[in-house]
């Protein structure tokens, strides 16, 4: 095994080269730096892919809360607006009373 002016290696005996002093480490160098590119190469494609994937998350996650929205339990929403209707009227009932009061005491003064 050779290795020519670049440090690529090669096989061939002819070309301008110097043989390496020891071939299976130069051989485990190429195949470190093979594995270096593969995993940056990797981590490059494992980020696009969870990129490409946010869009329909985005999507799921808006269609759930318009589902929420949308699905108002109709029984429930009934019963609390008919709660704050007794209530309304409870109240503008304890108000009329309260504004006869005076009306009553001016009334019994005048007499």
Not at 19 to 24: F, G, R, S
Not at 33 to 49: C, E, M, T, Y
Request: no cysteine; charged share 20%; proline share 3%.
């Amino acid at each position: 095994m050779y290795a020519d002016a670049t440090g690529k290696l090669t096989t061939d005996a002819e070309t301008k080269a110097e043989t390496t002093a020891d071939p299976l480490k130069a051989l485990d160098e190429a195949i470190s730096s093979i594995d270096k590119f593969r995993s940056s190469l990797g981590a490059v494609q494992n980020r696009l892919d969870s990129r490409s994937h946010q869009p329909e998350q985005h999507t799921t996650n808006l269609s759930e809360a318009q589902s929420r929205i949308q699905d108002a339990d109709y029984a429930t929403e009934v019963s609390n607006m008919s709660k704050a209707q007794i209530i309304q009227q409870a109240g503008n009932s304890v108000l009329a009373k309260a504004n006869q009061v005076p009306q009553q005491v001016l009334s019994l003064l005048q007499g």
